[in-house]
């Protein structure tokens, strides 16, 4: 029977006696009838294809069609390079390899959607750099990665990962929940850690709309996975030091779900409202509509 609820996922792995990802596996193995190798070999799979975009988009500057976005990985490797961070080493990687993959699903390239591809920074950025600074073995990243996907998993539960049904809240915001979950897990953390930093996660981004400018997901999107993946490593830090979420994570996702009902559709991918119409972005629109009808 699948888990419906993170009280029900934390409960078997009590009772059992075993971690997320160790669930994670085994009911993705009953519902494919693959042995937990494969399911493991597959999610290795996604792990390397998420680290193929972000070597891909670290090299590569060439702008989106619209012009607009391309080269702020670039920028902000170079950046880096004169002036380190304040926040470190992992900090630079984590905001760089975000917009690194981000910029790749622009360019067409091949990308991991976790869970969307207007989200797919985020996940691959926060575990991918804190493995490589802090030397974590590919079997634990692996282990982070089922760990994300069951949260994921769980949230799609009741409702869906999307921006037209419930604002970038859905997708930047279920996916930073993701990567805080599979931090937790990858530093040694505990079932109730991971539950908990995923709940800080996803409340503190309750609200967030989708609202990209002339309906690409250039503008805001790809700057949001920077910012998220950075998001979801607060959330583990404060997970992992004992900060609890004092709302439960189930009425974090009923929230959630109340939340996208209540938004207005012209905050939902529609890009008839907020940032898709302020000034800048409709001049923007016409600017492009000019040079499509020139194409």
Known sequence: MAILSFFELEKKCLDANKTIYEIAQEEESLLSSDIVDVIRLRVLEDLLAMKDAIKNGLTSQEKSISGWCGDDC??????????????????????????????????????????????????????????????????????????????GLIISNKVQLAGAVAGCQAECGVASAMAAAALVQMLGGNTGEIINAAALALKNILGLTCDPVCGLVEVPCIKRNAFLGVHAVTAAELAMCGVESKIPIDEIVDTLKITGQLMSPLLKETSLGGLAKTETALTLEKKLHKTKSNI
Do not use: D, H, W
Request: one cysteine or more.
């Open 74 to 151: 670039y920028k902000l490797i170079t950046g880096f390079s004169s002036r380190p961070s304040l926040f470190g080493k992992i900090f630079e990687k984590i905001t760089a390899y975000a917009l690194a993959t981000a910029e790749e699903n622009l360019r067409m390239g091949r990308i991991v959607a976790c869970p969307t591809a207007g989200s797919c920074g985020i996940v691959p950025s926060v575990i991918v750099a804190v493995a490589e600074e802090r030397k974590i073995p590919e079997v634990q990243q692996v282990n982070g990665l089922l760990t994300a996907g069951m949260i």
